[in-house]
């Protein structure tokens, strides 16, 4: 009896790594805080007080969360077929770009054909992004890491250069005044293509919501992609050939399953997660795309998917707690008037990732050591 | 118009461009030939380059922001060699945190040193070699040989003995054929009595003093000032450089002269040809693309490259 309650505790230390590990790392957070100057306790209690301490911070937290929880489950559905898809800027970009142009092209179509339309244009873009890393994988062994990496960069250009080729025409008071767009960006899309907030649907409910809170639908959209993720890789044909080149590709390819087929569809799907921020980004908040040098959002969906043991579910909770981190350590960065810099949560998700990797490693060599003695 | 894209500024500006690549690329070779793979190279190449110029600006001495930039990358080369040597962690795990880390380190220590997002270079290092005679003055010929050949940073210089050092001591010496046999077959070295844990290590350092060196020549030598998330992908095409030369020094060298050249004329053919701009920028990473891709089959890696040392098998 006494040795299988000592092996319970074991599996449970496995479970909850990610959580040492965050704790670890708000301890590094708090070294580099006070080497700062500045009081730690004050700064993580403003920090979580005011992303969790009201429905606004709530709010607010989810919509960051939203695109983590898109760009993370991409990672982790491709990793669980041994690949590593380090492009989700990339084909983020891609997705987002298309649906925006649909979006602002086929205006005349009524929203319950253009969202659908847009969400799916969105998928596509990264989908197809993707499947070049993935075809160039499974047909020559080139590997992926470098490959996803090379696609952003070319992704950046690209829809660079299309954004000059759609740049929405100066306001009136531009022309009046002279200037040019400062970065560029396209016309706004339809009316028709936009995704409700939660604001209203909240009020209808009668729940108090602020009504310039940002998060949206596609907060559910990305729930919805998580269930489907988890659907596909544990409930379907597909899902077990997947996890079975995951595994090992000799195993799976002596049992029938053709490893190139598996790598470049896990790369589209994956491909087509990350595309998905664009219903987020776009459709649900700034309706237009607009050029900027990487978000950020496809390498923090890296470290969401490690923490959260690329399980889907690990995932959302992983996006939500990155979400807290930094809508709260926006507010920290106002508060101390920009003493604490916002990239302070960057470098605490990156101290998080080593953690967790180190941390689970440990627990595997110790649970290995205990069977021994066992 | 061919004679206005090929002259001895293209040849020069090639070797610029190349040397950043070169350097970083060596450092993958040291560190696979150990059986390391560091993808973090990138964010080695970024921290170097940050450090090069902040230290520069606050002591005004370029020399002591080269030293800083190699000592940032020995210190990520540790954090990369504890987790994945020691703590075997998975390396391309680790390699992408330290990339993650380096991206954010560096905008955060910008913001609390300068309170900018761009900071400028104050000092350079001087020029090394003959002085450039005048345009009109003396024969064209030999102001071309100088510009070719005589009249760089001296990073340039210092790049060519480090791969020639680094060519001798990987295939002539005791201690090259030891790092090499830890990187193919580990459980063999260790029999042979050569400490696997230490030869790692040291590669894994190695490497990161060399990214860090190249983001020092990138900071201060061709852009003049640092912004966020400058390496521009360089680390990992300074891989593609190291795959395509075949994992040896001086394969590396010829792979970074090639990215040199393409991207020396992109930017040449800017002028010439109306492609858009955005297009030139593509070049060097389709370029790693294609370069990655017409390698498969003629470049075998170090067996043991990306594997921990496990001593008891089973």
């Known amino acids: ?374 | 118009m061919f004679g206005d894209i090929f002259n001895a500024q293209f040849v020069a500006s090639s070797i610029r461009v190349a040397i950043p690549l070169a350097l970083a690329g060596l450092g993958g070779v040291f560190s696979e030939r150990s059986g390391v793979i560091n993808i973090g190279l990138e964010g080695m190449i970024l921290s170097g380059a940050f450090t090069a110029v902040a230290v520069t600006n606050f002591t005004q001495n370029p020399w002591a922001g080269v030293l800083g930039a190699i000592l940032v990358g020995i210190l990520l080369g540790l954090i990369h060699a504890v987790t994945c040597i020691t703590f075997k962690a998975n390396q391309i795990v680790s390699g992408v945190a330290i990339n993650l880390f380096a991206s954010g380190i560096t905008v955060f220590f910008c913001w609390l040193l300068f309170n900018e997002t761009q900071i400028m270079v104050k000092t350079s290092l001087p020029i090394w070699g003959l002085p450039l005679p005048s345009i009109g003055e003396g024969s064209t010929f030999a102001r071309n040989i100088i510009v070719m050949f005589a009249h760089y940073s001296p990073l340039v210089y210092l790049t060519i003995i480090i791969f020639i050092l680094a060519h001798l001591i990987l295939f002539k010496t005791p201690f090259g054929l030891r790092l090499r046999s830890v990187g193919e077959y580990p459980q063999a070295a260790d029999t042979m009595g050569v400490n696997i844990i230490k030869m790692r290590y040291m590669a894994v350092m190695t490497s990161g003093a060399l990214a860090g060196l190249a983001g020092s020549f990138l900071s201060l030598e061709q852009a003049h000032f640092f912004v966020k998330e400058m390496s521009g992908g360089r680390g990992f095409i300074a891989l593609a450089a190291m795959i395509f030369g075949k994992w040896t020094p001086l394969g590396t060298a010829g792979a970074a002269l090639l990215f040199g050249v393409g991207e020396a004329l992109a930017m040449r053919l800017q002028g010439v040809l109306a492609i858009p701009v955005q297009f030139i920028h593509m070049v060097p990473y389709l370029l790693a693309i294609f370069v990655l891709v017409s390698a498969v089959g003629r470049a075998t890696p170090p067996a043991a490259d990306g594997i921990p040392y496990e001593k008891e098998i089973g």
């Open chain 1, 1 to 374: 009896m006494k040795s299988i309650k000592k092996f319970d505790y074991y599996t449970l230390l496995e479970k909850i790594t990610p959580l040492i590990a965050v704790i670890f790392a708000l301890l590094v957070g708090a070294v580099v805080i006070m080497l700062i100057g500045e009081n730690p306790i004050f700064v993580y209690k403003t920090l979580f007080s005011n992303a969790i301490g009201n429905r606004d911070g709530w709010g607010n937290v989810l919509f960051r969360a939203t695109p983590l929880i898109f760009t993370g489950l991409a990672v982790a559905f491709a990793f669980r077929c041994g690949l590593f898809n380090i492009g989700g800027e990339g084909q983020m970009y891609i997705g987002t770009f298309l649906a925006t142009w649909v979006g602002f092209t086929f205006t005349n179509l009524p929203a319950f054909i253009l969202i659908p339309l847009c969400i799916l244009t969105a998928a596509a873009g990264g989908a197809l992004w993707a499947a070049v890393p993935g075809i160039l994988k499974a047909k020559t062994g080139v590997h992926e890491v470098i490959v996803t990496i090379m696609m952003n960069w070319i992704a950046a250009s690209f829809t660079f250069f299309l954004v000059l080729k759609f740049k929405a025409p100066p306001t009136e008071a531009m022309v009046a005044a002279g200037v040019k767009q400062m970065i560029p960006h396209t016309r706004e899309i339809a009316e028709a293509a936009r995704l409700p907030r939660l604001y209203p649907i909240l009020q209808s409910l009668n729940i108090d919501f602020p009504a310039y809170n940002q998060v949206n639908v596609s907060f559910f959209i990305a729930i919805g992609v998580a269930i489907l993720a988890y659907y596909i890789l544990w409930k379907t044909n597909l899902g077990y050939e997947i996890r079975a080149v995951g595994y090992s590709p000799l195993a799976a390819e002596y049992g029938g399953i053709s490893v190139a087929k598996n790598i470049i569809l896990a790369m589209m799907i994956s491909g087509a997660f990350a595309g998905l921020v664009g219903t987020n980004e776009v459709m649900g908040f700034k309706y237009k795309w607009r050029q900027e040098l990487f978000t950020g959002l496809g390498f923090n969906g890296i470290a969401v998917a490690l923490l959260g043991k690329n399980h889907p579910l690990g995932v959302v909770l992983a996006a939500i707690l990155f979400g807290i981190l930094n809508y709260g350590g926006a507010i920290v960065n106002i508060f101390t008037e920009g003493r604490i810099p916002r990239e302070l949560i960057m470098v605490l998700q990156a101290v998080i990732v080593i953690f967790v990797v180190i941390s689970d490693e440990v627990v595997k060599r110790l649970i290995r050591q205990r069977r021994k003695i066992l």
